[in-house]
Antibody, heavy 120, light 107 residues
Framework: EVQLLESGGGLVQPGGSLRLSCAAS????????MTWVRQAPGKGLEWVST????????YYADSVKGRFTISRDNSKNTLYLQMNSLRAEDTAEYYC?????????????WGQGTLVSVSS | EIVLTQSPATLSLSPGERATLSCRAS??????LAWYQQKPGQAPRLLIY???YRATGIPARFSGSGSGTDFTLTISSLEPEDFAVYYC?????????FGGGTKVDIK
């Protein structure tokens, strides 16, 4: 069974940093692209970033480019999102998603999310 | 950036009724469109990919159609567990984008 378990969320001040993790199991992690998607409270879904299976290719939404860095450790079956220079508008539930590359890509399994709150 | 517009914003129906949800793209996405279901407090779940292919374990009452810029998600006969928010997502171009969602609630 595919399992994705996010961690690392919490309350952080504007301008601060946070690193999210997503521990994966139940599939061959090193063969799958992975993605972070976020959802602000009461709002819709927003794609944040995608990384290829090898980690050699990364993609970012303009809203986070230059502030967030996606990475992965295939030896640990873990996906990361380093978030710097956090803003109030980054407050959201952050989901990691197993990603299928067709065209660009879509998401066939999702974790339960970790909440990031940016506030002073 | 491809903008996806979902309509209606809210659909009020009774169990057993047919639900028809629309997703329109600002430019062609070919057949690269996915649909997700999200229930309160839960993560989204993939229903449909490539416009018309049901994901693993998705009941046959869910079907997707369309290509280019106009897409439809149909639920043939609503079950109590189908009342939720539905999102479309284009997987044709970067950046990936989602529609604003359609809430299907109980009439």
């Amino acid at each position: 069974e595919v399992q994705l378990l996010e961690s690392g969320g919490g309350l952080v001040q504007p301008g601060g940093s946070l690193r999210l993790s997503c521990a994966a199991s139940g599939f061959t992690f090193s063969s799958c692209a992975m993605t972070w998607v976020r959802q602000a409270p009461g709002k819709g879904l927003e794609w944040v970033s995608t990384i290829s299976d090898s980690g050699g290719s990364t993609y970012y939404a303009d809203s986070v480019k230059g502030r967030f860095t996606i990475s992965r450790d295939n030896s640990k079956n873990t996906l990361y999102l380093q978030m710097n220079s956090l803003r109030a508008e980054d407050t959201a539930e952050y989901y990691c998603a197993k990603t299928v590359v067709v065209g660009a890509c879509y998401f066939d399994r999702w974790g339960q999310g970790t909440l990031v709150s940016v506030s002073s | 950036e491809i903008v996806l517009t979902q309509s209606p914003a809210t659909l009020s129906l009774s169990p057993g009724e047919r639900a028809t949800l629309s997703c329109r793209a600002s430019q062609s996405v070919s057949n690269y469109l996915a649909w997700y279901q999200q229930k309160p407090g839960q993560a989204p779940r993939l229903l449909i990919y490539d416009a018309s292919y049901r994901a693993t374990g998705i009941p046959a009452r869910f079907s997707g159609s369309g290509s280019g810029t106009d897409f439809t998600l149909t639920i043939s006969s609503l079950e109590p567990e189908d009342f939720a928010v539905y999102y479309c997502q284009q997987h044709s171009n970067w950046p990936l984008t989602f529609g604003g969602g359609t809430k299907v609630d109980i009439k």
